[in-house]
């Protein structure tokens, strides 16, 4: 169905942007605007605005922009046909649509549909399993959490979740590709893939079902099964909880990062409500993006085990390329999130959130952990390791700390001078030195394919005075009507200057109000929906509060300029012989003869 066939002006007015953007980003009040780190690419400073009042976002490090349609569309990924149903359905409205139309939904719609019917599936069978409800029991999950959380059960059966998808009409294709259904190896039918387990459902931002994490009751492997990767779910850019955490994290800036669903769930149902887990993945570079959208700061929770330490080591490093500060829960051995709280002591588990160390002070004890510090040999090998820890470290403050800590492994330690300190010191700046060599030939060698970035062309002073004089209209500062009196929007500079005027000119007169968010669908695309934007985004309004006759003035002088110019050319033309009267340069230069013989006009 085409664009200008769908009710948008309606379904716009009715969708409010900041609170569908502030599902992904967290915004913060700047000035007349909204600011946050930009979903769409990895900054580490937020150049990603929203003008609530207009309708219109902008990122000006990227450079994407547009109304509540382009967002959803690029965050979700969708068809703009997609993109309409979605704000439709959320704001009440039902779309008028053929009946061919109406049977043909999208097939993300069909996967959501598919895991809803599932998800409310599982939570009927839960109410009917003895051994499902006693295990939740003694895990501590109260009836609230299994309610918020959505939990249920999938029975132990090889085609329950089957017929009853078959019966709500559910096509199999759809229950394959939510990875509901797995076919048989014989081609002969299909089975249930989660059989016998606690069912977590995964939700979206939007609170809707797009995968689940299955845990086994009783004996087998594994013990968590979860949903495969479909169109609508990627663990490697997904993080359990967060849909809800997300309303919490920008105000105690800070989140905390577990491994698992029941340590994410405990931790939120005990008052941490900004922890989030990963989905039996180590943590990814769109896990960090997606957390840096609401907070600079994590703390980072695994299990006190080997892998648990390994998965920590490992993660921490992309919140710092991100800029983020990451501080690393020391547990005790044995425990994981979920069985500190279960014993009931919240405060343990806050006092561990209290205490969590930097990360470089992780990586030192897990540097030195291997070697004996009772022997002199053992120390000696633990300072070796932990200068080439500390080196790295670029803060000079940050490297004192460390000095002063390490100081205690040295030989000189203790004898009432600063000689340990001053030791440990000259072996960190030579080993960064040798550091700063290597980057620097790495750098020189590869240096002959570096490029400047080309430089952006300054604007006219008409493209400038043209542009604030569309803002000012478009902001509602000055009546068009009083603008195109005077310049007519047909002589605007050609490009996107001229369509926007004549788009505003053309609502203006149709008698509609000059609306941003209107106007940005009318234009579909290209400069002129860019440089709307940049008017309304990227502009602050207090530059719309000139006196719009002065800003007329300058227009019109200008381009009476232009046409002396363009007729002092086209004379030229006609006393060297280069044009005669039947051209058409002969009529221009005629009519700014007649144009430029009186005082300007208009």
């Not at 085609?159 to 259904?181: C, F, I, T």
Request: charged share 25%; with cysteine.
């Amino acid at each position: 169905m085409a664009q200008g066939k769908y009710p948008t002006d309606e379904i716009r007015e009715r969708s409010n942007l900041v609170d569908i953007v502030s599902q992904h980003v967290a915004l913060k009040k700047s000035g007349s605007q909204l600011k946050g780190l930009c979903p769409f690419h990895n900054e580490k400073t937020p150049s990603f605005q929203v003008n609530p009042d207009k309708g219109i976002w902008k990122c000006f490090g990227c450079g994407e922009g547009g109304d509540v349609f382009s967002f959803v569309q690029k965050i979700e990924n969708l068809t703009f046909r997609e993109t309409v149903e979605l704000l439709a359905r959320k704001a009440g409205i039902t779309l008028e649509t053929s009946e061919k139309e109406s049977a043909r939904l999208s097939q993300r719609d069909r996967l959501f549909r598919a895991n809803s019917v599932a998800a409310e599936f599982y939570i009927s069978s839960l109410k009917s399993s003895k051994a499902a409800k006693d295990y939740l029991a003694r895990r501590g999950i109260s009836d609230a959490a299994v309610a918020k959380f959505r939990i249920g059960y999938a029975p132990d059966s090889w085609d329950a979740l089957r017929l009853h998808l078959e019966r709500m009409q559910v096509a199999y294709a759809d229950s394959v590709a939510a990875g509901l259904l797995v076919a048989r190896d014989n081609s002969t039918g299909f089975y249930d893939r989660f059989r016998d387990r606690l069912m977590f459902p995964i939700l979206d931002m939007s609170d809707r079902v797009i995968a689940f994490g299955g845990r086994i009751i009783g004996q087998g492997e594994p013990k968590y099964l979860n949903s495969p990767e479909t169109p609508v779910f990627s663990k490697t850019k997904t993080l359990y909880g967060l849909n809800f955490a997300r309303k919490v994290i920008p105000k105690q800036d800070t989140v905390i990062v577990v491994e698992g669903y029941m340590d994410a769930l405990t931790a939120q149902e005990a008052g941490f409500e900004n922890t989030v887990a990963t989905l039996g993945t180590a943590l990814t570079t769109e896990h960090v993006n997606l957390i840096a959208r609401y907070t600079k700061n994590a703390a980072l929770c695994y299990d006190a085990d080997s892998a648990g330490m390994a998965a920590a080591l490992k993660g921490a490093p992309l919140f710092e390329e991100a800029g983020l500060k990451v501080t690393i829960m020391m547990l005790p051995p044995g425990e994981d999130p979920d069985s500190i709280l279960r014993k009931g002591d919240k405060s343990a588990f806050a006092n561990h959130v209290t205490k969590a160390i930097p990360l470089i002070d992780y990586k030192l004890r897990l540097a030195v952990r291997p070697f004996d510090l009772k022997t002199a040999e053992g120390k000696t090998s633990a300072l070796k390791a932990a200068v080439e820890i500390v080196a790295q470290v670029d803060s000079t403050v940050e490297r004192e700390r460390l000095i002063r800590m390490m100081a205690q492994l040295h030989p000189n330690f203790g004898s009432g001078t600063t000689r340990a300190e001053d030791h440990i010191r000259s072996d960190i700046e030579r080993s960064r030195v040798q550091a700063t060599r290597t980057v620097k030939n790495t750098v020189q060698a590869g240096s002959g394919n570096t490029t400047d970035k080309p430089k952006k062309a300054a604007l006219s002073l008409r493209d400038k005075t043209e542009r604030l004089i569309l803002g000012m209209m478009v902001c509602k500062k000055v009546d068009p009507n009083k603008v195109f009196a005077l310049c007519p929007a047909k002589e605007f500079l050609a490009g996107k200057n001229a369509i926007l005027a004549q788009a505003i000119e053309s609502l203006y007169a149709s008698g509609g109000e000059v609306e941003a968010a209107s106007m940005y669908g009318l234009l579909d695309g290209g400069e002129a929906q860019e440089l709307l934007t940049d008017l309304v985004v990227g502009t602050d309004e207090s530059e719309y509060e000139q006196p719009i006759q002065e800003l007329l003035n300058v227009l019109q002088t200008h381009r009476k300029n232009e046409s002396l110019a363009r007729k002092r050319e086209l004379m030229q033309k006609v006393n060297d012989g280069v044009i005669s009267r039947d051209d058409p340069e002969y009529e221009e230069y005629m009519k700014l003869v007649r144009e430029t013989s009186s005082p300007f006009r208009r």
